[in-house]
């Protein structure tokens, strides 16, 4: 049974940080691509950052570039998300999701073509 277990998330003032985890359980996620998503109240789920197998190839949404950093440790089967200078329109449900795509170049795809999610962690940041 494949799992996505994310941690990290909580309450945090304007400019503060946090480094989100999710670990993988399941299978081997070998040529799986990691992701993690955000979705609002109201808003449509989005995708923050992606991170190839060999952390080679990443992809930033343009609202979180410069702030947020994607890494895995394939080890361990966990990948983080940390999170800096944080804004209060960061404020959202985090979720971790995984996608086979051995080859992939560090590029946008949608919710709809990820194979596995977490249950999602909440981050809220105050003004």
């Known amino acids: 049974q494949v799992q996505l277990v994310e941690s990290g998330g909580g309450l945090v003032q304007a400019g503060g940080s946090l480094r989100l985890s999710c670990a993988a359980s399941?299978?081997?996620?070998?040529?799986?691509?990691m992701g993690w998503f955000r979705q609002a109240p109201g808003k449509e789920r989005e995708l923050v950052a992606a991170i190839s197998w060999s952390g080679g190839r990443i992809y930033y949404a343009d609202s979180v570039k410069g702030r947020f950093t994607i890494s895995r440790d394939n080890a361990k089967n966990t990948v983080y998300l940390q999170m800096n200078s944080l804004k209060p329109e960061d404020t959202a449900v985090y979720y971790c999701?995984?996608?086979?795509?051995?080859?992939?170049?560090?590029?946008?795809?949608?919710?709809?073509?990820?194979?596995?999610w977490g249950q999602g962690t909440q981050v809220t940041v105050s003004s």
């Open positions: 399941g299978r081997s996620f070998s040529s799986y691509v």
């Open positions: 999701a995984a996608e086979f795509s051995p080859t992939y170049s560090g590029n946008y795809f949608p919710p709809s073509d990820y194979d596995y």
